[in-house]
């Protein structure tokens, strides 16, 4: 079993609707992030959490929110999705035991149509 | 502010000769550095990280990465190319402020037989 583990893996929806997309790790790392890939442009950080009480935006947070429901669980929402939010997006954990290092999830391809 | 730059968006590589996939960042104080890997449909893998100590920095899969700090670059080797190598390829550094990683664009490498 994965040790970060997205839902849905694949999702298509319509311009205006809601959707959210889930995470949740077995790693037992205290802190988590949402990226999002688009070609061209590398990874880029959406939000940040570095326990449950902590949530941080990062360098592209417009138009999206996040909950961290537990320490293992951290849910990215898009309240009214447009088409320039299709991408890939990775749910990532990492803790300081773990020197920094990040591990990723197998990713939430989403498009919107 | 951090940053790092992956200067080629694509390596071309024939299998069994040395492949080098370069990186430069630019950082305040000391700079951790990593490498990922990305295959096909699938999130991202930790390579190998620099955090201290010596420059040369082994990693997974027969990777290894030479740290220059007068030329603030963090190569990613591998001395014999395999075709099963061919992925998209991701440099990241540390926010000393912030613990975020910031990631490059990504090089694809092609190894071809």
């Known amino acids: 079993d994965a040790d970060v583990t997205q839902t849905p893996r694949n999702r298509i929806t319509k311009t205006g609707k809601r959707i959210m997309l889930e995470c949740s790790q077995t790693?037992?790392?205290?802190?988590m992030y949402w990226y999002r890939q688009d070609p061209g442009l590398g990874l880029r950080l959406i939000y940040y959490?570095?326990?449950?009480?902590?949530?941080n935006k990062g360098e592209i947070s417009d138009g999206y929110s996040v909950s961290r429901q537990a320490q293992a669980k951290f849910s990215l929402s898009l309240e009214s999705a447009i088409p320039n939010q299709t991408a890939l997006y990775f749910c990532?954990?990492?803790?300081?035991?773990?020197?920094?290092?990040?591990?990723f999830g197998e990713g939430s391809w989403l498009t919107v149509v | 502010a951090q940053s790092v730059a992956q200067p080629e968006d694509q390596v071309n590589v024939a299998e069994g000769n040395p492949l080098t996939v370069k990186c430069t960042y630019s950082?305040?104080?000391?700079?951790?550095l990593f490498w990922y890997v990305q295959y096909p449909n699938r999130g991202l893998q930790f390579l190998l990280k620099?955090?201290?100590?010596?420059?040369l920095v082994k990693g997974s899969y027969g990777f290894e990465a030479e740290f220059n700090k007068s030329q603030t670059s963090f190569h990613l080797k591998k001395p014999s190319a395999l075709v099963s190598d061919s992925a998209l390829y991701f440099c990241?550094?540390?926010?000393?402020?912030?613990?975020?990683?910031?990631f490059g664009t990504g090089t694809r490498l092609q190894v071809f037989p």
């Open positions: 790693k037992g790392h205290d802190r």
């Open positions: 990532a954990t990492s803790d300081w035991n773990s020197g920094n290092t990040i591990y």
């Open positions: 620099y955090i201290t100590g010596d420059n």
């Open positions: 959490s570095f326990d449950v009480k902590d949530i």
């Open positions: 950082v305040s104080g000391n700079p951790y």
């Open positions: 990241a550094v540390r926010d000393g402020n912030t613990d975020k990683l910031i």
